[in-house]
Structure formats: structure tokens, C-alpha cells
């Protein structure tokens, strides 16, 4: 389960774009100059399907879903001094509830077909604006 928490962040994390930074001095950040001042937003989704890695077979790049990843590395809770807080209980959050829902609604299926479904625009937050379940009691 730590796995696929880490997995599910990294292939579709609810944080696309970092808040604003400024760049406190000149630098240079994969060939391109960042003047003094310059507004930074990151896109933090974007970084957990980076280029694939040497080695990166086509069944098992950065598209690919898959709980079995060995150490999936992303963004998708920030990183250094505004490291998100919350990090480690969303982390467990997710973790019980991956567990504990399909245990106790077993026949928990989607009710619409999965292209159909609404996301949220606010470029910020990703998401869907809401998601249709069916489940039979009993
Ligand atoms: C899956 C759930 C969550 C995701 C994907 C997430 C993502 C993020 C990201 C990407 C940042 C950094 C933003 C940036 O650098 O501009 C952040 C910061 C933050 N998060 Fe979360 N977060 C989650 C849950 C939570 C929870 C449960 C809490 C509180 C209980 C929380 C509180 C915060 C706070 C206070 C910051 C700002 C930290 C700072 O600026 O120093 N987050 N989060």
C-alpha cells in the first residue's frame, strides 16, 4: 500500500502548479536563464512524468500505472522549506482509506464510463468535480 500511495500521487497528483516563488538571484535551471526577481511557478505534476529514465522501457514510463514502482519519485506534496505539513497524514489518509473501502463496498464500480467524467479547471487543483459510484448492499 505505501507503494501504490506514492504511485497514485505521482501518476495524477491533486497539486498541478506550486504557489508563486521569486528568484532571490540569477540562475540557470536545465539551460534556461532565471533572472533575478523572475516569477517561478512549478508544475509539480509535470515533474512525476518527467522524461523517462535510461532503462525506462515503454510499458513502464512515467504514463504507466503501476503500485509496483520501486520508489516512484515525484512532487506531488512540494518540496524543501513549504514541504506540504499535511504530508504525512495525507499520506495515511489515503493508505486506510485504500484499505478499508474496498473491504467493506466490495462491488464499488464506477457508474459512468471514466472519459465522461468532469474535471476541475482551476489549473491548481486536479480533480474531478464529482464522481458517480454504484455499490450493492449485502
Ligand atoms: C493528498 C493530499 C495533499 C496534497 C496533494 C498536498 C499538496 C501540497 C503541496 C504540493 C504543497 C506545496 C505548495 C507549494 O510549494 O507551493 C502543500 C503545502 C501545504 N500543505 Fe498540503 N497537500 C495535501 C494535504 C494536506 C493536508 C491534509 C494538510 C493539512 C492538514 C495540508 C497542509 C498544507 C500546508 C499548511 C502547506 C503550506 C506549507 C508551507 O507553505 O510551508 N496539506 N501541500
Do not use: N, W
Not at 474496498?102 to 476541475?120: G, Q, Y
Amino acid at each position: 500500500m505505501p507503494g501504490a500511495v506514492e504511485e497514485f500521487l505521482r501518476r495524477d497528483p491533486s497539486v498541478e502548479r506550486s504557489t508563486s516563488r521569486h528568484a532571490a538571484q540569477d540562475i540557470e535551471l536545465g539551460g534556461v536563464p532565471i533572472p533575478r526577481g523572475s516569477l517561478v511557478v512549478v508544475a509539480l505534476g509535470s515533474a512525476g512524468r518527467d522524461a523517462p529514465r535510461a532503462g525506462d522501457a515503454a510499458d513502464t514510463g512515467p504514463a504507466v500505472l503501476d503500485v509496483t514502482r520501486p520508489g516512484a519519485c515525484h512532487l506531488a506534496l512540494g518540496h524543501g522549506i513549504h514541504y506540504c505539513v499535511g504530508g504525512p497524514l495525507a499520506r495515511l489518509a489515503a493508505a486506510i482509506a485504500l484499505r478499508v473501502l474496498p473491504a467493506r463496498v466490495p462491488k464499488l464500480e464506477l457508474a459512468v464510463p471514466a472519459d465522461s467524467l468532469e474535471r476541475i479547471g482551476s489549473g491548481i487543483i486536479r480533480g474531478v468535480l464529482s464522481l458517480p459510484v454504484r455499490y450493492r448492499v449485502g
